[in-house]
């Protein structure tokens, strides 16, 4: 069992708030993923956690025992950082095994333990084998297994796989991910990459200036996001200040029908939240659609199409599965619609 609680845990650097009054309960073998943009706060918050770094206000407890009293080297966490620092002297098996014998642990445990890792992280054959000559995603391998090494009762990875070609991140997601199902080791990973925190994480924590904007499921965080910030960074969703009364709801100068789905009940001015794949396109202008625009923006995007939209000065943003919509090309007239059972409303901003 290994449960992270954090309370109001704040850190500032001179005149930079780095971190302010973070507050978090992480469950035991939980995966979370720290997302937001550069300078955010999630280094700070991974180093404070680790013990690398001081926070100026708050309590950590793991486990219910206050961090604050253990030292770095006490607290039993495994780390994985961008700049892997392997030892570049000792062998693949020596870098897995450097904690273990740190630890005065034995030989046959040590051993075993080595054999074991390098089998869980593919690396069975390069035991011997120096780090300096092996690929990129080879020596992430043994970064992890070296952190795994101890049995950590956290896991810690920022960044890991920033500096690594798509394919090869793609697999070491995949791989991490079991691994830690596997080991059922509660693990917080920082990423810049929305991408990879919804592909990784049982939980995602948004950082904005170093505030938690939200924490959910990645299906919560991207069907529900609560603030303005997240529904702008996760998924390239449209925000329309729209107005409801009884009978309609206003946007601009168009009348989008009667309230319904999930906004059936909300009344006055709203932000409503139109995801780019929600909308549906007709190639002409159509007022039996909601809205009437032009194509600014058109381009292909591996299975997907995507179109920025001029509605009277908005630009929407569209993105379909090809095929599934109709051809459109810059300039031309469309109509645009939506269900709106999947549409949402931030709730902090209806006035
Ligand atoms: P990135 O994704 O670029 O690594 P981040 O979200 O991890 O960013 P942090 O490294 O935690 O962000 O930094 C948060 C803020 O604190 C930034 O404004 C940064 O410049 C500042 N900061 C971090 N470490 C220090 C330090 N040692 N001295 C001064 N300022 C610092």
């Known amino acids: 069992m290994s449960e992270l609680a954090l309370s109001g845990v704040g850190k500032r ?17 939980e995966f979370i993923c720290l997302l937001g943009s550069s300078g955010c706060g ?45 030892f570049p002297h000792l062998n693949v098996s020596r ?70 070609d798509a394919g ?34 049982d939980r995602i924590v948004i950082l904005n200036n170093g505030s938690i904007e939200q924490a ?31 009978t309609a709801v206003k946007y601009q100068g ?5 309230p319904q789905g999930s906004i059936e009940n909300l009344r006055g001015r709203q932000t409503l939240v139109v995801r780019p794949e929600s909308i549906r396109l007709r190639a002409s202008h159509d007022t039996s659609q909601y809205l009437q625009g032009t194509v600014t923006m058109q381009r292909t995007v591996g299975a997907l199409v995507e179109c920025d939209i001029d509605v009277d000065g908005q630009v929407l943003k569209y993105t379909a599965l090809q095929n599934s919509g109709p051809e459109v090309s810059i300039g031309d007239a469309v109509s645009l619609s939506w269900d709106w059972s999947g549409l949402w409303c931030l709730p902090g901003e209806s006035q």
């Open 42 to 86: 999630k280094t700070t918050l991974l180093r404070i956690i680790a013990g690398l770094e001081k926070c100026d206000q708050g309590e950590l407890h793991l486990d219910r025992v206050a961090l604050s009293k253990l030292p770095s080297h006490k607290r039993n966490i495994g780390m994985v950082f961008q700049s892997l620092a392997l």
């Open 168 to 201: 090869l991140r793609d697999h070491l997601q995949q791989e991490v991910k079991k691994l830690q199902r596997q080991l059922a080791v509660t693990t917080i990973f920082v990423t810049h990459d929305q991408s990879e925190a919804m592909s990784l994480a």
């Open 95 to 164: 870098n897995i095994a450097y904690g273990l014998k740190m630890r005065s642990i034995s030989g046959e445990a040590t051993n075993a333990r080595v054999t074991e890792l390098l089998a869980l992280t593919g690396l069975v054959g390069f035991e011997t084998r120096s780090v300096a000559s092996l690929s990129g995603g080879q020596k992430q391998r043994v970064a992890i297994a070296r952190a795994l090494a101890l049995e950590p009762r956290l896991f810690l990875m920022d960044e890991p796989f920033s500096a690594l």
């Open 254 to 258: 168009y009348n989008l029908g009667s």
């Open 13 to 29: 650097f001179g005149k930079t708030v780095a971190l302010a009054d973070v507050s978090l309960q992480i469950k035991s073998g």
């Open 216 to 246: 959910g499921t990645p299906k919560e965080i991207y069907q529900r996001p609560l603030t303005r910030f997240v529904a702008e960074f996760i998924g390239n969703n449209n925000l329309l200040d729209i107005e409801i009364d009884e």
